[in-house]
């Protein structure tokens, strides 16, 4: 386990704003849901989640910033900082009643991430990282799978939403990985995504047109789990790309390579 104190204040955000999320699945009807942009919901459990978490972060640590998905960004006084915040990761699943879906907190200072929490509350499956001290699952330590064979593998990835991003694109991937791996999964939680390569249960994930907070949590995951993060191109700021690919070092080499040639096809 990580016991710092930076972890506590993590993990008790977390599992208060997770309360609230259990109380509402399942309860569609009163979550006053809107629509952000085609395809793209929110619901007053996004909002209350956001809000116990917001809080929780700014009464531990006064200063830091917040870039919150649904509030939008709070500049601290501590500008080496930051706190990137997804109080429901897979409001899509949440609303149809999908079991799956998760909150997602990273801190980022000095421009690395440094520490994230992701937890499912339904699963109630904990996962926490912080640089240098490791990943771990509720108290089991991570490592990510040690495949090395593509034809092997489980690959994850995600969708844009409707009219963001390009699914001509993201067909022609699909397509290529699919024609090479042992299987293929669309999940709907950036964050868990994450944390299942982390965990080894998934061996590669990738996707584009995302949020620092879908990821910031996960990518310090990953890594500390002893895998590879890029951004989907390969690159080495995933974080500023808005886009990841990961997964341990060989198959990560692997799907990089794959998802060039379907683009360049
Ligand atoms: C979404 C989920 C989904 C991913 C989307 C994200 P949200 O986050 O992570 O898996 O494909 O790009 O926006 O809106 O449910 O927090
Ligand atoms: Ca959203
Ligand atoms: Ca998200
Ligand atoms: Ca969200």
Redesign the pocket.
């Given at each position: 386990m990580i016991n710092s104190p930076l972890m506590t204040v993590m993990v008790d955000a977390v599992r208060k704003a997770a309360r609230g999320l259990k109380r509402d699945f399942g309860e569609i009807e009163n979550l006053q849901v809107s629509r952000k942009g085609p395809g793209?919901f929110v619901s007053a459990a996004?909002r209350k989640a956001e809000e116990v978490l917001k809080e929780a972060l700014m009464k531990a640590r006064p200063g830091y910033s917040l870039i919150l998905?649904e509030t939008g960004n709070v500049e601290g006084t501590d500008k080496s900082h930051t706190w990137h915040v997804?109080p429901?990761?897979?409001?899509?699943?949440?609303l149809h009643g999908i079991p799956h879906?998760a909150i997602s907190v990273g801190l980022e200072r000095d421009g690395q991430i440094v520490a994230g929490v992701i937890y499912d509350p339904i699963k109630d499956e904990l996962f926490i990282a912080e640089r240098g001290k490791g990943a771990y699952l509720n108290n089991r330590r991570l490592r990510v799978s040690g495949r090395q064979d593509l034809s092997d593998a489980v690959v994850a990835y995600?969708?844009?939403?409707l009219g963001r991003g390009s699914h001509g694109r993201l067909l022609k991937e699909v397509a290529a990985v699919m024609a090479v791996s042992g299987g293929t999964r669309r999940?709907?939680?950036?964050?868990l995504?994450l944390a299942y390569v982390a965990c080894g249960r998934t061996d590669l994930y990738w996707?584009r047109?995302?949020?620092t907070?879908?990821i910031a949590a996960g990518i310090i995951l990953v890594r500390e789990a002893g895998g590879f993060v890029s951004s989907a191109d390969g690159g080495a700021e995933p974080l500023a790309a808005r886009s990841v690919a990961c997964g341990n070092e060989v198959l990560h080499r692997e799907l990089i390579a794959l998802l060039r040639k379907a683009n360049a096809s």
């Open positions: 793209n996004d998905e997804d429901l990761d897979g409001t899509t699943n949440f879906f995600g969708t844009p939403y999940f709907g939680s950036a964050a995504d996707e047109d995302l949020q907070w879908d």
